[in-house]
Every structure is written in C-alpha cells, then in structure tokens.
C-alpha cells in the first residue's frame, strides 16, 4: 500500500520534497490544457526529482461525463495531446473525473463517456475517478482499467476494484489543499525520469537482502544490506528508512 495524496495547486520543488520526506510516494495532478491548476511539464519534471509518482487526472467540470459518448471523445483527444505534451510516458494512465454522485439512472451515459475516452487515448492506459457506485459500475462494464475511488458518495463502501483510495478531503499540509488517498498497485502512475524500477520489483529484492540482513551478524555487512536496500528504494521513489 502507497501513500499519496492530491491537490489543486501545482507543486514547488520544495514542497514535493517536503512530501516526500514525509513518506508520500504519489501526488494526483489536472491534466488539462490551461488554467491554474494545470500540471505543467516543468511541474511534472520537479516532482519527479523530488522522488515522487504522478497520478493524471482529467477534469473540468464536476458532471462532465453526463455529456456522454461525445464529450468523452472530445475530452479524451485533449487529454491525449496534453499528456504527450508534458512529457507523460505511453502505458502510464489517465484517469477521468466523475466529481459528482451520479444516480443509477445516468450511469449508462457516464459509462458511456469513460469508454470514448478510453477509444480517444491509444497508447495510455483508462482510469476513472467516482464513487464505489461509478467505480463498480464501470469497471464491471469493462470500459476501462484502472479504478480511483472516493469516500464521498461511497456510504462507507470500498470497491474491491479500486486502484487508488481517497478517504479524507480538505486538509492543508506544506501550506496547500490537498486530498489524502492510499494506494493498492497497479495505479498507472508516472514520472519524467528515464528509468525507474517499479516498487514491487524493488520490494521483492529488499526481502530478500532483509533475510541476509537478519543472518549476519556482522556490523558491517548489515549496514551494507541497509545501504543496498535504500538504493533500491531510491530506485523505484520510494522513501528511505
């Protein structure tokens, strides 16, 4: 399980350093063409040398995905140009916001909008953001892969589909508004940097160099299992212990 959150306001280097120090290993920002809480590519690059992953997010108006299988076409081609734009790697995903309590009865229309979307992204993977109620409903439609859920909405309930968990909002860390979430794998995030090794890779290695740190008995030897293990954890931006 990841730590991350989300917010508005676009990231400094010292503040997505501040975050990272503080153990989170996500942030989700607006992947939207203009306006001020946009994700620049200048933006996306410091956050990837602070150490931490990008979540892409999609949204402009809260009900958006009631204008259906012709806004999700129109929104998705945006989404794609913006996202190779700023430098966000094939394979990686964009997620489109549901930002509302969508009823049984729109539920078809906001599948419909997820699944042009999707069509309108080859190359990226399909996320979308709602309620337990939109996250169950499309992702049993199939209409795309990747599942961020939000507590609000949810009357307590948890998709066991979610990728991402949001479950507090509107809280001020490092002096911005951000959205705590946590996180199960397979979330679809990215970074600028060239090269970088995914955490259940590194994670699987650290065991095994924690079993050789248990054997010895060494000093020297266990300071260099920690040693190794905190470049693997750098390797794949997770934070060092």
């Keep these: 399980m990841a730590k991350g959150f989300d917010c508005a306001t676009p990231l400094t280097a010292s503040t997505a350093k501040a975050f990272f120090q503080d153990g989170y290993v996500f942030v989700a920002r607006y992947l939207v063409p203009n306006g001020w809480k946009m994700l ?12 931490l992953q990008i979540v892409s997010v ?20 945006t989404a794609l140009q913006t996202a190779r734009s700023i430098g966000q790697p094939e394979g990686s995903t964009i997620y489109f916001a549901v930002d509302f309590d969508a009823t049984a009865a729109q539920m078809s229309t906001v599948i419909q909008y997820i699944r042009a979307a999707s069509e309108a992204t080859p190359g990226y993977s399909t996320g979308v953001y709602g309620s337990n109620a939109v996250v169950e409903a499309v992702s049993k439609s199939g209409a795309c892969s990747r599942f961020w859920q939000t507590y609000a909405w949810s009357q307590g309930k948890q998709s066991s589909a979610a990728n991402i968990y949001q479950y507090q909002n509107d809280i001020t ?10 996180s199960f794998g397979n979330e679809g995030w ?9 955490p259940e890779d590194a994670n699987k290695l650290i065991a095994f160099l924690g079993a050789g740190y248990m054997a010895t008995g060494f000093a020297d030897a266990r ?19």
């Design 223 to 241: 300071e260099e299992f920690h040693r190794l293990a905190n470049e693997l954890r750098k390797a794949s931006n997770q934070p060092e212990e």
């Design 173 to 182: 860390l490092h002096g911005i508004g951000v959205d705590l979430n946590r």
């Design 40 to 51: 620049s590519r200048s933006e996306a690059e410091l956050i990837s040398k602070a150490g």
């Design 58 to 77: 999609f949204e402009t108006t809260a009900d958006r995905a009631l204008g259906g299988r012709t806004a999700g076409l129109s929104d998705g081609k």
């Design 190 to 198: 990215w970074n600028t940097v060239d090269y970088m090794m995914s």
